[in-house]
């Protein structure tokens, strides 16, 4: 399984931004699709879920009501929407995935077994 991230950029405070996280060469079983970041010097930090392929969504408390998460199911592509962004938003974003996370652990790193490159977002006051 690969997975790509695109998306980031450099954006104001207050700006949105759309990043996809585009899967390939896996099953038709469903996935649990989680976008973590991370800050130089700082531990990555769960964001988001999407819990097998879709059942249902999390979100971090930071992100909360201003991030929310689709799919395009043809594309094999989930999305993160990010509005409202500030500069604390700023970090490398990475997606990861896995068919085997159980509810219980899916804001952990360990449950994925696939990651992509990353995309950086910089949200500059």
């Known amino acids: 399984v690969q997975l790509v991230e695109s998306g980031g950029g450099l954006v104001q405070a207050g700006a949105f931004l759309r990043l996809s996280c585009a899967a390939s060469?896996?099953?038709?079983?469903?996935?649990?699709t989680a976008w973590f970041r991370q800050v130089p010097g700082k531990e990555r930090e769960p964001v988001a879920v999407?819990?097998?392929?879709?059942?249902?969504?999390y979100f971090a408390d930071s992100v909360k009501g201003r991030f929310t998460l689709s799919r395009d199911n043809a594309k094999n592509t989930v999305y993160l929407q990010m509005n409202s962004l500030k500069p604390e938003d700023t970090a490398v974003y990475y997606c990861?995935?896995?068919?085997?996370?159980?509810?219980?652990?899916?804001?952990?790193?360990?449950?994925?077994?696939?990651w992509g490159q990353g995309t950086e977002v910089t949200v500059s006051s």
């Open positions: 999407d819990f097998r392929s879709g059942s249902a969504t």
């Open positions: 990861a995935a896995s068919g085997q996370v159980i509810f219980s652990t899916k804001f952990r790193e360990s449950s994925y077994h696939y």
């Open positions: 060469g896996r099953s038709s079983r469903a996935y649990t």
